[in-house]
Structure formats: structure tokens, C-alpha cells
């Protein structure tokens, strides 16, 4: 019998999302400047094709934290402290996350939240392999959204939020405040938030990240087109859609956007909705942070910065907030030195 209720809870999920994707997506074509909210990049395909992105020569963000991850995890996971409940906001391919589990002291569980349901499933199953004394309890859920946390077998001394991958850079800084203070309230006052941001840069860099010689980011962010007209029956020719990827320096940002080759009109379902030569759809912003900036979020959002580690060229960052009150506001830089849970309609536990 519980069974059945919680399969028809799923299924029930299932169909709120896919009732939303619809409702987003009319929402940002009709809109005056087209826009496509960029978490619906990730579904089996764009999730691989991140993947891909994260190896390319031109994307140093990834690469970068992982080093940051390499040489910092054992201190951060001393700052985390023993038995502490590891939330993950945007989980992917889980690979930075297993250098902070290696080092964290008999973490009470690890919940990864990601809306790539797949991808999720897959990458949480290989972790409740490799670490089988830690409860891995994966949430298909926004994590914008009010998430309910399952309980784990241990109680748990403090909740971390771990927010690598710059994924909070995708958000506006109002829509970032609101994000961390919601995370604030998760964590709870001994909580604490890792997170793993990209720093301003030469905007060469920046661009050539966005860029990429293959066409990898330019087939990642078409992917969201042919998502629309594989879901919700449309008629998008991809080949009249061009990639562009530009920094916008006054809102110190990356934005990405699909500009329409020609006059055009696209039908989603039997919706119609015209496109004019040189019309973008905005599918992505990519905010880059400064280290003030940061400590700046860190106070707007009810947090206190505890400590930055940087890499070298100072290209990326990771810093820990804590609810406390500042103990010190250092930057390290490599220069200077119970398992039952009720889902809520927004989220699906995902069954290993
Ligand atoms: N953390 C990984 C992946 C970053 S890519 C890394 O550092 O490499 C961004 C990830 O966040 C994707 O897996 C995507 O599916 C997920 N994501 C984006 N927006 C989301 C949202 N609103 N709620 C939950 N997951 C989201
Ligand atoms: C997940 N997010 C932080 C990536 C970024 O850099 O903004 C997504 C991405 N978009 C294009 N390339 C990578």
C-alpha cells in the first residue's frame, strides 16, 4: 500500500515538472526579450554534453576547482568537522564531491540534489558503492525550491550545503541572495555552505571558455531547443538558431544566447511564436565574482565567510560560509602562501 501511494506520488511529480517545463517555456517565448531558463540544459544529453565541456581545453573552471578540491579538501573537511550531513546542490557527475568525502570525518550521509534524474541516479549509485558506510539518499528536485531533507540512520552534529561547479553564478545576484538564504535556513545556525565559484578574469579567457573551437558549448546550448522539441512537440531547425556567447562586462557576466538566422516561425505544440532575423532567445547568464563580492554575498545572505582558497592565476575560488559570527575572513591563494520520506510534489527520491 505505501508503495503504490509513494508511486503514485512520483508519478504525480513527474507530471507537475513536465506541466512547469511547458508553463516556463510559454512564459519565456512569449516574453518581450526571449529567454529559456538555463536548468533545463540538463536532461540525459546535456548532462553528457557538460560532461564533455568540463574536458575541453578552452573550460578552466572545472579543471581548476578540482585542483583547488586536491590540495584544500583535508582542511576543508577539518572546517566542516566530524558527522556532519553533506547536501549537494546540483550534484552532476559527483567527482569534486569524493575528494571532500575521502577526507570528511564519518559524515552522517551525503544528499545529492540535481534535476538531471538520470545522470543523478547513475552517479549516486556508483557512491553508495565506493562509500558504503555513508547513507546516499539522492533528491530529483530543484533546489530553488522548498526541499524537504530525508532523515539518515545517524543524527547529524551540523548540515552542510556543498555549491561547486559555479552553478550559483547562473543566477542573478538577487536571485543568488534569495537562493542563499534559503540555504541558510536549511543549514540551520551550526550549518555551514561550500561553495565553488568563478572569479572575474581577463574577458578573453572568459569568452574562449564559451566558445570552444569543437562546438561542444554550442551543441550544449541547442540541446535546449531540440529538449523542447522532443517534450513538447515544437518545430525548432537548429541549423537557424546561432550560438553566441559574449561578455557582458557592466553586468560582469557571460551571457548565452540563441540568435535566429532568418525571419522565422517556430510552433511549440500548436502554439506559433515569430522569430525576426538577428532575435535572441537568452538561454544562460554566467556571473564571475570578485573576492569582495563574494564575502559581500556571503553577509547579504545571513552567512559569514570563513576562509577562501583560490588556485594560482586566482581564475576560480572555494569558499566556506558559516552561520557563526566571523572567526576570520582569510583568502588563501596558492600566490601568497531513518530512510522513510515523504516526497513533496516538487521533488522525487530516486531509488538506487
Ligand atoms: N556540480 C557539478 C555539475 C555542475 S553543472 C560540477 O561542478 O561539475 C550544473 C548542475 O546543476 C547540473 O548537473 C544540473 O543538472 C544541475 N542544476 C542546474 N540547475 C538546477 C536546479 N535549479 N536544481 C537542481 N539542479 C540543478
Ligand atoms: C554549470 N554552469 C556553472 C556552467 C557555466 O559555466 O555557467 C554551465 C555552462 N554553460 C556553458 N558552458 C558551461
Known sequence: MMETLQQASVSEVIKAAAWQFRADVFRGLRAQNKVLPCKYFYDEIGSALFEQITKLEEYYPTRTELGIMQRHA?????????????????????????LLLNHVLDPTGYIPIDVSGEQLRCSAHALEAEYPDIDVLPLCADFTRPLNIPGCRKPAVRRVVYFPGSTLGNFTTGEAIALLR???????????????IDLRKDPRVLEAAYNDRQGVTAAFNRNILV??????????????????????????RIEMHLVSRRDQIVRVGSMPFFFAKGESIHTENSHK?????????????????????????????????TRGHSVKDSVHSERGGSRTFLPRLEAIPVTL
Not at 74 to 98: D, W
Open 227 to 252: 529538449r523542447i522539441n522532443r517534450e513538447l512537440g515544437a518545430d525548432f531547425d537548429l541549423d537557424q538558431f546561432a550560438h553566441r556567447a559574449f561578455y557582458n562586462a557592466s553586468r560582469v
Open 289 to 321: 565574482y570578485s573576492l569582495p563580492a563574494l564575502t559581500d554575498l556571503a553577509e547579504a545572505s545571513g552567512f559569514t565567510m570563513e576562509r577562501i582558497w583560490t588556485d594560482a592565476r586566482q581564475y576560480f575560488s572555494v569558499a566556506y560560509f
Open 74 to 98: 583535508a582542511e576543508m573537511a577539518g572546517l566542516l568537522g566530524p558527522n556532519c550531513l553533506l547536501i549537494e546542490y546540483g550534484s552532476g557527475s559527483s567527482v569534486k564531491t569524493r
Open 182 to 196: 534559503q540555504t541558510a535556513s536549511l543549514c540551520g545556525s551550526d550549518g555551514g555552505l561550500l561553495l565553488g
